[in-house]
Nanobody
Framework: QVRVVESGGGLVQPGGSLRLSCVVS????????MGWYRQAPGKQREQVAT???????DYTDSVKGRFTISRDNAKTTGYLQMTSLKPEDTAVYYC??????????????WGQGTQVTVSS
């Protein structure tokens, strides 16, 4: 069974920083793309940043220069380093991972989400 679990959210003042983590667990995994998405109250979920297995990254315009997505060497843990946070970054942040598990086939899974609140 493949699981995706996020952590690292919290309350931070404007201008502050947070680092979110996303752990993908399971046996014999190959993860193709990991991504961070967010959903603010009353709004649709939006893509924040993605990273491929080769390290290619993509960011939504509103976070470019402030957020950095990365993966560990084993490529089963992803991170979102968020700096210069703004109140409009307040949202539930979700991790998505798609890949393949040997013997079981492809997967595309979401974590449960972690709340990020930027407020003074």
């Amino acid at each position: 069974q493949v699981r995706v679990v996020e952590s690292g959210g919290g309350l931070v003042q404007p201008g502050g920083s947070l680092r979110l983590s996303c752990v993908v667990s399971g046996s014999s995994l190959t993860i193709f793309t990991m991504g961070w998405y967010r959903q603010a109250p009353g709004k649709q979920r939006e893509q924040v940043a993605t990273i491929t297995s080769t390290g290619s990254t993509d960011y939504t315009d509103s976070v470019k220069g402030r957020f950095t997505i990365s993966r560990d060497n084993a490529k089963t843990t992803g991170y979102l380093q968020m700096t210069s946070l703004k109140p409009e970054d307040t949202a539930v942040y979700y991790c998505n991972a798609n890949g393949r598990q040997s013997y079981y086939g492809n997967f595309d899974l979401w974590g449960q989400g972690t709340q990020v609140t930027v407020s003074s």
